[in-house]
């Protein structure tokens, strides 16, 4: 049985993740793919425009066959944070094989001679099994040994996102070692006056000259290095497969000019995602002009200027996904950031600079711009944009506002990463799944949580290690204030139709 993890977001779950899934399972041969779901507030800072349960129905509707929550707290924080966190839930199952995320291929790495790229491998019609093999073997080619000398420099018969991926992994080795030549050089760069990047940029090439390509600058490489240096410092042995992203950035409506047009690096956040043709084109256009794809984000976008689908966005999701995303808007059940404005400046209010300085992730240079804060703002997204600074970025200043109305300290966070925190938490699955079901509850070295209520419930040795209940406590508290953001933004109280929608219970789909 081979498995395979994927750490995403889906809000909403759109074409591009069908592609992810499909080229997943033909890079790998799984047999099963596990989703690790941000839960309500997300990486960029906000809530989730969707809830995490009707987002992993989406998934499973699409292909997926078992999806786990990645809880609140880490589902929005900083891409070290989040990327630790999903990885060691991935680790701790102890039946991953793999760990695929999707990234964008720089100018640096153009394609080889021979075109050998994802897409045309697919659709050359040899088996998944024999293409994954020979993708793995790809990949192996170029691995550093554990003295951490390069196996072989010669990389180029190698295919573009295979070579990228090499030197992301030996990035990922030098930043989890840190090496003397590393911190000989970050620290002279330091001094230059150099930015942290810029100083982090010149010590890899100090300790590995041959990562001259690696422009960690790039903001579509971030979050995957991230899961690279989580993936060594577990020690599972879960396999890294990347999966080239084409198209559409995540902030874009169209294909990139080019790999520094996708955004700013806080916000590659969980949509680590290939864009690129559906499996089955549901059009000749489609199957011809993938760059025309659309993101999450400017679906997202679309969503809330027509408030209904149109044709645009009609088409950029899976016929599956269509009518919960007419059911959902209809229902006026999305969420929308400035619907945390209201509360988040209430919350504001009554908290002192002291008070601000304890929250998680909020520098004390942060909570004494919010202490003298107009609050006033028009929007939850200029209220952001006013506190943020050439140091503190608007992400990560969006979610330390959550955290501040959420009421999560760092004390709170301290504890929340402590190794006996750490529990898995199933969200909903397939049928189809239940070997994978059996395989896991034999294998899971953590709590494995199918019902909060019972684990919180539960006495003696079934009883959660206390800081695993603090967590789910958090998690579940999150999610409540998100509900309540849903039955305010449908009009106050909830009808009979409405309430299924909000109990959230496990969802399990026929096979």
């Known amino acids: 049985m081979k498995v395979a993890g994927i750490i995403a977001e889906y809000d909403p779950f759109h074409r591009g993740h069908a592609y992810h899934l499909a080229q997943t399972r033909r890079a790998t041969g799984a047999d099963f793919v596990v989703i690790a779901l941000a839960g309500d507030f997300v990486q960029r800072g906000g809530p989730a425009m969707f809830g995490q349960s009707l987002r992993s129905r989406m998934a499973l509707s699409c292909g997926a066959d078992l999806v786990i929550s990645l809880p609140y707290p880490f589902s929005c924080a900083s891409a070290r944070d989040y990327a630790s966190r999903a990885v060691a839930q991935f680790a701790a199952m102890e039946c991953m094989d793999f760990l695929s995320f999707g990234c964008e291929i720089p100018a640096a790495y153009p394609s080889d001679k021979t075109g050998g790229t994802e897409s045309e491998a ?9 293409e994954a093999e020979a993708y793995r073997s790809a990949e192996r080619d170029d691995i550093e040994d554990p003295s951490g000398s390069q196996v072989s420099a010669d990389v180029s018969h190698r295919r573009p996102d295979s070579r ?5 992994r030996r990035a990922a080795h030098i930043l989890t070692a840190e090496p003397e030549a590393f911190r000989a050089a970050l620290k002279a760069g330091l001094r230059q006056g150099l930015t942290f990047p810029a100083a ?35 020690g599972a042995g879960i396999e890294p497969v990347l999966i080239p ?22 916000a590659v956040y969980s949509e680590t995602i290939a864009c690129g043709p559906p499996e089955a084109p549901s059009s000749a256009t489609e199957a011809s002009d993938p760059s025309g794809f659309l993101s999450a984000s400017a679906i997202r976008a679309m969503l809330r200027e027509d408030r209904s689908i149109s044709d645009a ?21 999305s969420v929308s950031p400035d619907d945390l404005l209201l509360p988040l400046l209430l919350r504001l209010s009554g908290l002192s600079r002291e008070d601000l300085e304890g929250v998680f992730d909020l520098p004390p240079a942060l909570a004494a711009r919010i202490a003298k804060s107009d609050k006033t703002a028009g929007s939850f997204s200029a209220y952001a944009q006013s506190l943020k600074t050439r140091d503190i970025t608007e992400a990560r200043v969006r979610r330390a506002l959550v955290h501040a109305l959420l009421e999560t300290s760092e004390n709170d966070m301290a504890l929340y990463k402590d190794p006996s925190a750490l529990y898995v938490r199933v969200l909903g699955f397939r049928k189809s799944a239940a070997p994978l079901l059996a395989r896991l509850k034999e294998t899971c070295t953590v709590p494995l949580i199918t019902s909060p209520a019972q684990a ?5 040795e079934e009883a959660l290690p206390p800081a695993a209940a603090a967590l789910l406590r958090a998690e579940l508290a999150a999610a409540e204030r998100y509900r309540t953001l849903q039955l305010v933004r449908a009009g106050g109280g909830a009808s009979d139709d409405l309430k299924p929608w909000l109990r959230r219970p496990l969802v399990i789909l026929d096979a």
Do not use: F, M, W
């Open 456 to 460: 919180l419930s539960a006495q003696g």
């Open 245 to 266: 992203r084409v198209g559409a950035g995540h902030d874009q409506a169209a294909a990139p000019a080019g790999p520094e047009t996708c955004g700013t690096a806080e």
């Open 313 to 333: 966005a009609a088409a950029a999701v899976p016929e599956a996904v269509l009518p919960l995303l007419e059911d959902a808007l209809c229902r006026k059940y």
């Open 122 to 130: 697919c659709r050359s019609g040899v088996s998944a099994e024999t």
């Open 200 to 234: 982090q940029q010149e010590a890899l090439l100090a300790a590995d000259p041959g990562l001259a390509s690696l422009n960690l600058s790039s903001p579509n490489l971030i979050l995957g290095l991230e899961y690279l240096k989580a993936l060594e410092a577990s």
């Open 164 to 168: 990228l991926l090499s030197d992301l």
